[in-house]
Each structure stands twice: as C-alpha cells, then as structure tokens.
C-alpha cells in the first residue's frame, strides 16, 4: 500500500470518527435542551424559594449547569465542522503553525487538531 493511500485510508477512519462524534454531541445538545425545558417548565406558576432550600442547589443553578455543558457541546459540534471543512478543502492534517503534516495516530486520538504534537507542545 502507497503512502497515499494509507494516507485516504486514515483520513476516511478519522472523517468518519468525526461524524459520530458530531451525532453524539448533537445528541447530547438535545436531551440537554430538554432537561432545560423540564426545568423551567417545573418552575412556571410555582411560587419557591430556591435561593433558601434545604434540598441543595437551586433551580437556576441545575439550569445554568445544563447550559454551561449545552454551551461545551455546541462549541465541540463547530470544532468538528471545522475540521470536517478540512478533510472537504484537502487540508485536514496539515499543520495550521507549520505546515507540516499531523500525525496520523494524533488525529486518530485527537480528530480536530490544528496543530502538529511539536507545534502543539510549543503552547503557541
């Protein structure tokens, strides 16, 4: 086998590792956004006081829980479109810094990575 094609064969597995994880997050947004829903739906017409309650954190609390991990995965479904927008332009697994390439076995473990492990350790 060329390297080329090693080279399609590993961006093939890591597309496809991107789309799970994309459905996955979307997946999550979803249940999250109705945990947010049942959470304020609870609270219409109740008049509590879940500043005082004995029973632990609060609504508003539980609420911004839920989006602030919302929030996390909406931002993880962007970085994955924009590495899928790299493997569609042929310029997934080139260093953003340098310019080389990435490692196959990075973007295996680490699919939307810009930067090359060198690049990378340097912080910048």
């Known amino acids: 086998m060329s ?3 090693s080279t399609a064969d590993s961006t093939a597995e ?7 994880e994309r459905a996955a997050a979307l997946a999550t947004v979803r249940d999250l956004d ?4 049942g959470v304020v739906e609870a609270t219409e017409g109740a008049n509590t006081d879940d ?8 609504i508003a609390f539980e609420r911004a829980q ?5 929030d996390r995965q909406l931002a993880r479904v962007r970085e994955v479109d924009e590495a899928l927008a790299r ?3 042929s310029t997934f697994g080139t260093c953003a810094r340098c310019g080389g390439p990435i490692a196959p076995g990075r973007l295996l473990a680490r699919p ?8 990378a350790a340097l912080g910048r």
């Open 3 to 5: 390297t080329a094609d």
């Open 14 to 20: 890591v597309e496809a590792l991107l789309r799970a």
């Open 34 to 37: 109705r945990v947010i829903a």
């Open 51 to 58: 500043e005082h309650d004995p029973e632990g954190a609060t």
């Open 66 to 70: 839920a989006s602030a991990v919302r």
């Open 87 to 89: 493997v569609a332009t």
């Open 112 to 119: 939307t990575a810009t930067r090359c492990i060198t690049c």
